[in-house]
């Protein structure tokens, strides 16, 4: 019925008239359309943009862990953002120096782990060019019952990680978060953090804990890691007995090559074997069988017991690495800071992946978590997270700056010597075969690695 007595009076309009409305009806409803299409855009933002973070860590390797249980400690909540899965345990195991010790007892870890890795009553290296044979008991300085052993430990990595993660809040871990860049404004005092997955997040605070190939550091404006020419080949095998070996590390230099293995418990052993790069290796490195006989061709002429716990290791445990360095100065370190950087540093293999010739890689990075957490202790008592803004953003940069400057002398000494005494020990040249047996050996004998095991 409405229709009947519309039609009549819509015929009987001047035909301006009638184009003036429909006019209007059209402009109504494309702006009723664009409402609805920026609410739309809105919530996909929205979506997308999550709430804003007080600290976030990037990567949950032991770094990344250590770091945000340090923060932990001294009541700093955080939130790790770990590309993988799950706790990833590519690596084998750690060797746990007594610096490493102190910084596990600071994070409150050390006693559930103790109980359960063998302490090492020395180190024993030898050369099969000259027969040599040195032991370096562990025992800090004093003679007799004045000596004290050193507490030195061989750890597995998955233990290590689930030890520091146990430890934190539920909730502290989001795997599959990979950070693929990161931004800030300059004027703003917020950095946002892109993942691949598409969303983004918005952090006060971001402590790149990344790795080698730290997303975080090539946004600070560091050098890119170097290959040192170096490979790596490490496992682990377990046996259903007691293994009876000794208590020790042990190293046995050859030409060309380093091999060795610690004892981690009664029944677990971790071996390992370096040389310098060939080109098949980038072939072989993704496929453990051919790493295993490539391990076991590089020792062909090396003393058991080291090509039987190669053969006896399961392959899922054997992983091959190209050893890489990220050459900064110590006056360098805060630089990315000075460059206006804010509220944003990094932390282990992120900012100094070195040679594993020491042993020191864990190591470093637990002394940095438990010194960058002191840092932001002290600082952040000032600082007021719920009002956050440039202010707030120059005082955690300065936090950082110091941190940097704390740590760079000690971190560069470390990676400066991992990395020549790599080279001198495996020995490729008749020179550097020289210098290890006839120079090295005699005077240092093994104790160089004991000179950097205190904090």
Known sequence: MAGKHLMPWVYQMPFAHFTLNLMAFGALRFALESARMSVWIVEAKESSMEKCEDIVVVGGGVAGLATALALHRVGLRSLVLERADCL??????????????????????????????????????????????????????????????????????????????????????????????????????????????????????????????????????????????????????????DHHFEKLMLQVWGKGVKAGFITCTDKKVYWFVTRRSHPQDAEICGDAERVMHAALEMVRDFPEPIAELIKSSPVETINMAD???????????????????????????????????????????????????????????????????????????????????????????????????GFVQEGSSRLERFVRDWIFFPLFSMRYLLYFVHS
């Not at 020419?229 to 046996?239: D, E, F, L, P, S």
């Open 88 to 241: 990833r345990t590519a690596g084998a195991a750690f060797m746990m120096w007594p610096n490493a010790w102190k910084a596990l007892d600071a994070l409150g870890v050390s006693d559930s782990l103790r109980p359960f890795y063998s302490q090492l009553d020395g180190i024993r290296g030898s050369s099969i060019c000259t027969g040599v044979c040195k032991n370096v008991p562990l025992k800090s300085g004093g003679k007799g019952d004045s000596s004290m052993k050193l507490e030195s430990r061989c750890i597995e990595r998955m233990a290590l990680l689930e030890a520091l993660a146990k430890e934190l809040p539920v909730g502290s871990i989001r795997f599959n978060s990979k950070i693929v860049s990161l931004h800030r404004d300059t004027i703003s005092p917020f950095t946002t953090l892109e993942l691949a997955d598409g969303r983004s997040l918005t952090a006060k605070i971001v402590i790149g804990c990344d790795g080698v190939y730290s997303v975080i550091a090539r946004w600070m404006g560091l050098p890119p890691p170097k290959t040192t020419g170096r490979i790596a080949i490490r496992g682990m095998v377990t046996y259903t007995e």
């Open 323 to 421: 050893l890489k360095v990220r050459w900064v100065w110590p006056w360098e370190w805060g630089r990315g800071v000075e460059k206006g950087k804010g509220s944003v540093t990094i932390v282990g293999d992120a900012l100094h992946p070195m040679m594993p010739d020491l042993a020191q890689g864990a190591c470093m990075a637990l002394e940095d978590a438990v010194h960058l957490s002191r840092c932001l202790e002290q600082v952040i008592k000032s600082v007021n997270m719920a009002d956050w803004g440039k202010a707030q953003a120059e005082k955690i940069e300065t936090c950082f700056n110091k941190y940097l400057q704390e740590r760079r002398w000690r971190v560069s000494g470390i990676v400066s010597v991992a990395f020549v005494m």
